[in-house]
Structures are given as structure tokens and as C-alpha cells.
């Protein structure tokens, strides 16, 4: 049964509200398009909704427990200190309900029209939006795809009462007595943390032989201190094979560093990466260029094969992160609009919300040797910094990369407290082609975290301060 079929027209038709596609539309209708979005969940996506806003509210939360429990160095004792999991839940779910109704309220004011369904392409300028009995036709002069991604699910634990995604972990309505991740990259790391924190006792499992792979090996080594600290048990060149559901949890089957070994726990949470939202849109339909894994194919302004049509996001070549999603968004909306704006990777931000936080911007070391470039390093301790220590996290460093002769800064790679914020500071510099010299003569607030970027600078220069060479 068909309800209603009608078709509109719009300048700009965006598919998905999420970081990505939000951006993309508020740019788009600040250009002076006429815009409307296609979203078949929630305004906000899964970033607002189910990943990285309410896991970082959960981690928030998590911290300031497990902080309540090693206080006593500073004279501070606390007793009887509890954990309401239905409340803290409550919390994270206000905080969600506050930023996807202030992107509503964005939308509004920006004449965006939202509509609820799923979108299919039935040609090069038109697709069809399906919600529920109802099937109505958009027809647009330039469209954004901005999709997202959803997580890989392993044959062998297929997603159900006992195995989590992300998605299911961050809605449970009790704290698990113990839990086995399956993937120790970030959103496993991240996760694990939390529970871990609250009291759950957690095992990962990772294929690899560090934690957080694709981070030098000497950031996730920090990590997995304090998560043995936390009671965690690491595994790592493990491989999860099956699993045997049992009255009360699972017991998980796996081969860690050749050995086979059973681990029973309440739940398993199986993170081992995304896969991209682009089989159910009928892309391939209307001869749009798609790589093995699904990614769409674009260029540098996020264009696909098919000119009037663009994708930006967890769906195109790229690390999946939010913050990249709405650059691109920013880029193809202007692209549409006719300036010529086009990506540039070089001053990307990873980060991960673990305990300590690790981030990284531009190159590495191993990068810079790959590439053949005389680079120096300065490497300054947050322990030699009197902010960390008066807060108790002095644990870790900056890390500076520059090209010897010219001292341009390259890269950066941050373990410690707020190197979420800090890393921020030095992907600025390397936009503009700052030198160790411009870090080092900016005048840093004192004292404060960001003061340990200024250290790295002069360290790297031959000149510290508060450090021996």
C-alpha cells in the first residue's frame, strides 16, 4: 500500500543527520540553497545518539567514580561512595536529548525541512523516501550522502541477548558483573574503560600484538598499564572463535598466542570496526563508483562519478570520525555553492577518550623515516609540569615532530591528561605552517596543561627550560 506519492523539489537534499550530514545541510542552507534532510532514526545520527557524545558522558562518569577512589594522597577521604547505573543512564540520555534538540532547533531556524525514511536512488536527480506505508519523490539539483556506518557483526557471535555493539553496550540497563571485548581498538579500549571503572570485570580480546593499533606502541603502553590497574586482563594476538551461550552469560572460545582458552563472562561486546551505510541506498543502481568494501569514490571536493551527486563521512576513504564527517560537510556544501573548497587530511585529529587520553595529529616518527624526512623530536614529560602533577596525572608526554632544516612543525602524538584539548593547539599549527619557533614564543598560561606543548617546542629546539637535555 502506497500513501500519498508525491513528488518536491529542493536545491540540496542531504541523506543522514548525523555529524556529517547536519553540517553539510546548515552549511548548504547558509550558502542560500533550499535544503531538506532524509534521516530514518534520529536527528544527530549515531554520534549524538549512540556513540560519541553519550560513550563520552558514560566515560565522564566513570572517571569521576573511580576518581572518588584514590583521594586519600590529597587528604581527602570518601566512604559509602555508590553507583545508581539508572541514573547515570539518565543523565547521559538528558545530555543527548539536549544537543539533537538544539540540531533541531538549528534545522529550524535555518529552514531546513527534515524528512523521516529511508532514502532510495531511483536516478541521478530523484530518489524515493519510504516511512512506513508512505512513499514520497525528492527530486534535487545537487545531493549529499551522508549515510554513516553501522558495526561489523562476526558470524561467529551474531548480535543478541548476550553479544553487544556499542550501540547495545551504552544502553544497558545494569552494570554487568563481566564483560569480554572483542577488539581492543579505540571504541573497545574506550568502553572497556567504562565498565572496568564501574566494577565490571573485563577481558579484551586483540588481534594484534599491541592494544590501539595504528598508535605508536610506546601511547597504548600507558593505557594498558592502567587498565591492569583497573583489573583488566589484556589479551593480545587473540582470536575470538566462537562462543556458547549458558543460562546466566556466554562462554567465549579463543585462541590467545596459540593457546586455546574458554572465558566465561555476562556479556560479550564485539568491536572490531564499521562497515559503511551504502548497500540499501541504490547507488550502485544509477552507476555511482563504489571500492570492495563499499566506500563511495570521490574527489577532493567529495564529488562522485555522477557529478550533481556528493558523500562525505564514514562512507568515503578516511578514518570514521565525526569531526571528519563534518569537515567534508562543510566542503562539499561550499563545492555545491561554487567555491573552491577541497579537502586536506594533513591536520586531522585522532583521539581516544582512554585512561590517560592518547591523541595524534599529522605524522609520526615511523612516517617521517618512510618518507625519507630529517626531522628532530622534543619529547617533554607531563611530569615535569606543575598543572599535571596538582592535579595527580602526571603520567605521559608531548611529542613534537618538525623538519630539522626549516623547524616546520609536522606532527604530534599526546598520552596524557586532556590531550583530547591539547592536541588542538598543534593541528593550528601545522595548518598554517607554524615553526618549533612559533610554538615556543607564544606566550602559554601558567600553569597549565598546554604549557608541556610550549616544553616540547624548546626541547626539540636544544634550549629546555624545566628538563636537562
Given at each position: 500500500?502506497?500513501?500519498?506519492?508525491?513528488?518536491?523539489?529542493?536545491?540540496?537534499?542531504?541523506?543522514?543527520?548525523?555529524?556529517?550530514?547536519?553540517?553539510?545541510?546548515?552549511?548548504?542552507?547558509?550558502?542560500?540553497?533550499?535544503?531538506?534532510?532524509?534521516?530514518?532514526?534520529?536527528?544527530?545520527?549515531?554520534?549524538?545518539?549512540?556513540?560519541?557524545?553519550?560513550?563520552?558522558?558514560?566515560?565522564?562518569?566513570?572517571?569521576?567514580?573511580?576518581?572518588?577512589?584514590?583521594?586519600?594522597?590529597?587528604?581527602?577521604?570518601?566512604?559509602?561512595?555508590?553507583?545508581?547505573?539508572?541514573?547515570?543512564?539518565?543523565?547521559?540520555?538528558?545530555?543527548?536529548?539536549?544537543?539533537?534538540?538544539?540540531?533541531?532547533?538549528?534545522?529550524?531556524?535555518h529552514k531546513i525541512q527534515v524528512?523521516?525514511?529511508?532514502?532510495?536512488?531511483?536516478?541521478?536527480?530523484?530518489?524515493?523516501?519510504?516511512?512506513?506505508?508512505?512513499?514520497?519523490?525528492?527530486?534535487?539539483?545537487?545531493?549529499?550522502?551522508?549515510?554513516?556506518?553501522?558495526?561489523?557483526?562476526?558470524?561467529?557471535?551474531?548480535?543478541?541477548?548476550?553479544?553487544?555493539?556499542?550501540?547495545?553496550?551504552?544502553?544497558?540497563?545494569?552494570?554487568?558483573?563481566?564483560?569480554?571485548?572483542?577488539?581492543?581498538?579505540?571504541?573497545?579500549?574506550?568502553?572497556?574503560?567504562?565498565?572496568?571503572?564501574?566494577?565490571?570485570?573485563?577481558?579484551?580480546?586483540?588481534?594484534?600484538?599491541?592494544?590501539?593499533?595504528?598508535?605508536?606502541?610506546?601511547?597504548?603502553?600507558?593505557?594498558?598499564r592502567k587498565l591492569k590497574k583497573?583489573?583488566?586482563?589484556?589479551?593480545?594476538?587473540?582470536?575470538?572463535?566462537?562462543?556458547?551461550?549458558?543460562?546466566?552469560?556466554?562462554?567465549?572460545?579463543?585462541?590467545?598466542?596459540?593457546?586455546?582458552?574458554?572465558?566465561?563472562?555476562?556479556?560479550?561486546?564485539?568491536?572490531?570496526?564499521?562497515?559503511?551505510?551504502?548497500?540499501?541506498?541504490?547507488?550502485?543502481?544509477?552507476?555511482?563508483?563504489?571500492?570492495?568494501?563499499?566506500?563511495?569514490?570521490?574527489?577532493?571536493?567529495?564529488?562522485?562519478?555522477?557529478?550533481?551527486?556528493?558523500?562525505?563521512?564514514d562512507i568515503v576513504a578516511g578514518?570514521?570520525?565525526?569531526?571528519?564527517?563534518?569537515?567534508?560537510?562543510?566542503?562539499?556544501?561550499?563545492?555545491?555553492?561554487?567555491?573552491?573548497?577541497?579537502?586536506?587530511?594533513?591536520?586531522?585529529?585522532?583521539?581516544?577518550?582512554?585512561?590517560?587520553?592518547?591523541?595524534?595529529?599529522?605524522?609520526?616518527?615511523?612516517?617521517?623515516?618512510?618518507?625519507?624526512?630529517?626531522?628532530?623530536?622534543?619529547?617533554?614529560?607531563?611530569?615535569?609540569?606543575?598543572?599535571?602533577?596538582?592535579?595527580?596525572?602526571?603520567?605521559?608526554?608531548?611529542?613534537?615532530?618538525?623538519?630539522?632544516?626549516?623547524?616546520?612543525?609536522?606532527?604530534?602524538?599526546?598520552?596524557?591528561?586532556?590531550?583530547?584539548?591539547?592536541?588542538?593547539?598543534?593541528?593550528?599549527?601545522?595548518?598554517?605552517?607554524?615553526?618549533?619557533?612559533?610554538?615556543?614564543?607564544?606566550?602559554?598560561?601558567?600553569?597549565?596543561?598546554?604549557?608541556?606543548?610550549?616544553?616540547?617546542?624548546?626541547?626539540?629546539?636544544?634550549?629546555?627550560?624545566?628538563?636537562?637535555?
Amino acid at each position: 500500500m502506497v500513501v500519498g506519492e508525491f513528488t518536491t523539489e529542493v536545491d540540496v537534499l542531504v541523506i543522514g543527520a548525523g555529524p556529517g550530514g547536519y553540517v553539510a545541510a546548515i552549511r548548504a542552507a547558509q550558502m542560500g540553497k533550499t535544503v531538506a534532510v532524509v534521516e530514518k532514526a534520529d536527528i544527530g545520527g549515531v554520534c549524538l545518539n549512540v556513540g560519541c557524545i553519550p560513550s563520552k558522558a558514560m566515560i565522564h562518569a566513570a572517571h569521576t567514580y573511580e576518581h572518588t577512589q584514590h583521594t586519600e594522597s590529597m587528604g581527602i577521604t570518601m566512604e559509602n561512595v555508590k553507583v545508581d547505573f539508572a541514573k547515570v543512564q539518565e543523565w547521559k540520555s538528558s545530555i543527548v536529548k539536549q544537543l539533537t534538540g538544539g540540531v533541531g532547533s538549528l534545522f529550524k531556524g535555518h529552514k531546513i525541512q527534515v524528512i523521516p525514511g529511508e532514502a532510495l536512488f531511483v536516478s541521478e536527480n530523484e530518489v524515493r523516501v519510504f516511512h512506513g506505508y508512505d512513499v514520497n519523490r525528492y527530486r534535487f539539483e545537487h545531493c549529499i550522502i551522508a549515510t554513516g556506518s553501522r558495526p561489523i557483526e562476526l558470524p561467529a557471535f551474531p548480535f543478541g541477548k548476550r553479544v553487544l555493539s556499542s550501540t547495545e553496550a551504552l544502553s544497558l540497563t545494569e552494570l554487568p558483573k563481566s564483560l569480554v571485548v572483542i577488539g581492543g581498538g579505540y571504541i573497545g579500549i574506550e568502553l572497556g574503560t567504562v565498565f572496568a571503572k564501574f566494577g565490571t570485570k573485563v577481558t579484551i580480546l586483540e588481534g594484534s600484538d599491541q592494544i590501539l593499533p595504528g598508535f605508536e606502541p610506546d601511547m597504548p603502553r600507558l593505557v594498558e598499564r592502567k587498565l591492569k590497574k583497573l583489573g583488566v586482563t589484556i589479551n593480545t594476538k587473540a582470536l575470538a572463535q566462537g562462543m556458547e551461550e549458558t543460562e546466566n552469560g556466554v562462554i567465549v572460545k579463543a585462541e590467545v598466542k596459540g593457546e586455546q582458552q574458554q572465558i566465561e563472562a555476562e556479556y560479550v561486546l564485539v568491536t572490531v570496526g564499521r562497515r559503511p551505510n551504502t548497500d540499501e541506498l541504490g547507488v550502485r543502481d544509477i552507476g555511482m563508483n563504489l571500492t570492495d568494501r563499499g566506500l563511495i569514490v570521490v574527489d577532493k571536493q567529495g564529488r562522485t562519478n555522477i557529478p550533481n551527486v556528493y558523500a562525505i563521512g564514514d562512507i568515503v576513504a578516511g578514518p570514521a570520525l565525526a569531526h571528519k564527517a563534518s569537515y567534508e560537510g562543510k566542503v562539499a556544501a561550499e563545492a555545491i555553492a561554487g567555491h573552491p573548497a577541497e579537502v586536506d587530511y594533513k591536520a586531522i585529529p585522532a583521539v581516544v577518550f582512554c585512561d590517560p587520553e592518547i591523541a595524534s595529529v599529522g605524522i609520526n616518527e615511523k612516517e617521517a623515516k618512510e618518507k625519507g624526512i630529517d626531522y628532530v623530536v622534543g619529547r617533554f614529560p607531563f611530569a615535569a609540569n606543575g598543572r599535571a602533577l596538582s592535579v595527580n596525572a602526571g603520567e605521559g608526554y608531548v611529542k613534537l615532530i618538525a623538519e630539522k632544516e626549516s623547524n616546520l612543525v609536522l606532527g604530534a602524538q599526546i598520552v596524557g591528561p586532556e590531550a583530547s584539548n591539547i592536541i588542538a593547539e598543534i593541528g593550528l599549527a601545522i595548518e598554517m605552517g607554524a615553526t618549533l619557533e612559533d610554538i615556543e614564543l607564544t606566550i602559554h598560561a601558567h600553569p597549565t596543561l598546554g604549557e608541556v606543548t610550549m616544553e616540547a617546542a624548546e626541547l626539540a629546539l636544544g634550549r629546555p627550560i624545566h628538563v636537562m637535555k
